[in-house]
């Protein structure tokens, strides 16, 4: 009985838990374990399950996927994309090519992964690597937080009922359950995005291949996509800015009516059909102000707003919170508070403060269609503007750059991507 009950206590303590185990709390539990770090990860749902999204991955989210280890072959709809074409509001489009991930000294900037895929793959790569992932186990409650350690309630049945960490990661969405017990809930927020998804099959027009942007005039700053994805599937949708003309009870609506839109209808091709339901959510996209810790928690991915502001792209955000949380644990091998938390804030700062005001003065000017306009037909000018604004679109570079002289190197937008051909997963 003793033995038992010595090792009950010893599964619900660890050095630092994570709840929440998407993509930024599968970064930081990796970032964590690879430190020598004992981690466990804690979340509500059992995988794999879907999250809505736009299964995009840019450049910097796969170069981070690579780094952590991760195998994207995992991914059975995994598909890696070179092929760009973005449609002005005046309607004239823009073929872009990224560098073609299929030679062997380029890699990958652009791919499509399925989150019911993906987010499960990365469950899957932790526990792989040493990470404790418990599953159906949602927070409650913190009940207790002090100088030394916190303590988190769980409505689990078992050992895991209780679980003491040194230091709590909230991983745990927009509207962090964490945060709320806290007492630092962002009341009434919304967020500065709300996108619609749906997927859809038997695509035999370009968007089978082609990754396409729509820069409708009535959606400015917002836009439309296809994502192509194996097998004649492509992840299609729209996300608008909250505030702009069209209102989220609004969206149901106007979903219906771009699918009939002849260019749209056109990439998907005749006989596309849509797949299930459509889903919605919103997108918080709001770093420089949201807050980034309490106590011993700090807070990442949707939990610290983190998306772009002005594409609305968050998984590539959510890995660099997460990456950047284990980092500032592991900075103070007596887990200081102060120390931890004054170091997560500075990383932040560091690497998101920039590129959000760019991404939001960029977003500015995708509000007017004239502006939008000018600045498609600049990307489309040359052959040169047409291979480096590709690149920078898909975050090859931070967006900013040229504003924070310390990221300058001498291969700016000549890198190669991620995941060389070897490790290249089979594509339609």
């Given at each position: 009985?003793?033995?038992?009950?010595?090792?009950?206590?010893?599964?619900?303590?660890?050095?630092?838990?994570?709840?929440?185990?998407?993509?930024?709390?599968?970064?930081?539990?990796?970032?964590?374990?690879a430190?020598?770090?004992?981690?466990l990860?804690?979340?509500?749902a059992?995988f794999?399950?879907?999250?809505?999204?736009?299964?995009?991955?840019?450049?910097?989210?796969?170069?981070?996927?690579?780094?952590?280890?991760f195998?994207?072959?995992?991914?059975?709809?995994?598909?890696?994309?070179?092929?760009?074409?973005?449609?002005?509001?005046?309607?004239?489009?823009?073929?872009?090519?990224?560098?073609?991930?299929?030679?062997?000294?380029?890699?990958?900037?652009?791919?499509i992964?399925?989150?019911?895929?993906?987010?499960?793959?990365?469950?899957?790569?932790?526990?792989?690597?040493?990470?404790?992932?418990v599953?159906?186990?949602?927070?409650?409650?913190?009940?207790?937080?002090?100088?030394?350690?916190?303590?988190i309630?769980t409505?689990?049945?078992?050992?895991?009922?209780?679980?003491k960490?040194?230091?709590?990661?909230?991983?745990?969405?927009?509207?962090?359950?964490?945060?709320?017990?806290?007492?630092?809930?962002?009341?009434?927020?919304?967020?500065?995005?709300?996108?619609?998804?749906?997927?859809?099959?038997?695509?035999?027009?370009?968007?089978?291949?082609?990754?396409?942007?729509?820069?409708?005039?009535?959606?400015?700053?917002?836009?439309?996509?296809?994502?192509p994805?194996?097998?004649?599937?492509?992840?299609?949708?729209?996300g608008?800015?909250?505030?702009?003309?069209?209102?989220?009870?609004?969206?149901?609506?106007?979903?219906?009516?771009?699918?009939?839109?002849?260019h749209?209808?056109?990439?998907?091709?005749?006989?596309?059909?849509?797949?299930?339901?459509?889903t919605?959510?919103?997108?918080?996209?709001?770093?420089?102000?949201?807050?980034?810790?309490?106590?011993?928690?700090?807070?990442?991915?949707?939990?610290?707003c983190?998306?772009?502001?002005?594409?609305?792209?968050?998984?590539?955000?959510?890995?660099?919170?997460?990456?950047?949380?284990?980092?500032?644990?592991?900075?103070?091998?007596?887990?200081?508070?102060?120390?931890?938390?004054?170091?997560?804030?500075?990383?932040?700062?560091?690497?998101?403060?920039?590129?959000?005001?760019?991404?939001?003065?960029?977003?500015?000017?995708?509000?007017?269609a004239?502006?939008?306009r000018?600045?498609?037909?600049?990307?489309?000018?040359?052959?040169?503007?047409?291979?480096?604004?590709?690149?920078?679109?898909?975050?090859?570079?931070?967006?900013?750059?040229?504003?924070?002289?310390?990221?300058?190197?001498?291969?700016?937008?000549?890198?190669?991507?991620?995941?060389?051909?070897?490790?290249?997963?089979?594509?339609?």
């Open positions: 009985m003793v033995n038992a009950i010595s090792q009950q206590k010893a599964t619900s303590h660890c050095d630092v838990l994570i709840v929440g185990a998407g993509p930024a709390g599968v970064a930081a539990a990796l970032t964590l374990v430190s020598g770090k004992d981690v990860i804690i979340d509500k059992t794999p399950r879907d999250k809505c999204c736009g299964d995009g991955l840019t450049t910097g989210a796969l170069r981070i996927l690579e780094m952590l280890g195998d994207p072959s995992t991914v059975a709809n995994y598909q890696i994309c070179d092929e760009v074409a973005l449609r002005s509001p005046s309607g004239r489009e823009i073929q872009l090519d990224l560098p073609n991930a299929r030679k062997s000294s380029v890699g990958q900037f652009a791919a992964a399925p989150r019911i895929e993906l987010d499960n793959a990365l469950v899957q790569h932790a526990r792989a690597s040493g990470v404790r992932v599953e159906n186990c949602a927070f409650v409650s913190v009940a207790l937080q002090n100088s030394n350690e916190i303590v309630n409505d689990s049945p078992n050992e895991f009922k209780e679980i960490a040194k230091f709590l990661i909230a991983a745990d969405g927009m509207w962090s359950p964490v945060r709320k017990s806290l007492g630092v809930a962002q009341s009434g927020y919304l967020g500065e995005w709300h996108a619609f998804r749906q997927y859809v099959s038997n695509v035999t027009g370009p968007a089978s291949k082609q990754l396409f942007v729509w820069f409708e005039k009535d959606l400015l700053p917002g836009y439309a996509w296809s994502f994805l194996p097998n004649g599937r492509a992840n299609i949708g729209f608008i800015l909250r505030g702009s003309k069209y209102t989220v009870q609004e969206m149901k609506a106007l979903w219906v009516e771009l699918l009939t839109r002849p749209i209808a056109s990439a998907l091709g005749q006989g596309a059909m849509l797949e299930g339901r459509h919605a959510w919103p997108i918080p996209a709001r770093i420089t102000s949201a807050k980034l810790s309490s106590g011993r928690t700090l807070f990442i991915g949707d939990a610290v983190a998306a772009d502001t002005m594409t609305g792209e968050g998984i590539g955000q959510a890995l660099l919170t997460g990456v950047l949380a284990g980092e500032a644990i592991t900075s103070s091998a007596q887990y200081n508070q102060h120390k931890i938390c004054k170091s997560y804030a500075r990383k932040i700062k560091r690497e998101f403060f920039a590129d959000h005001r760019m991404s939001f003065v960029l977003g500015k000017i995708l509000k007017n004239v502006l939008t000018g600045v498609l037909r600049l990307a489309g000018a040359s052959d040169w503007t047409r291979r480096n604004f590709v690149r920078w679109m898909f975050e090859d570079e931070p967006r900013a750059a040229a504003l924070t002289p310390w990221r300058w190197h001498r291969k700016f937008l000549k890198r190669d991507g991620a995941f060389k051909a070897s490790q290249l997963p089979r594509t339609n």
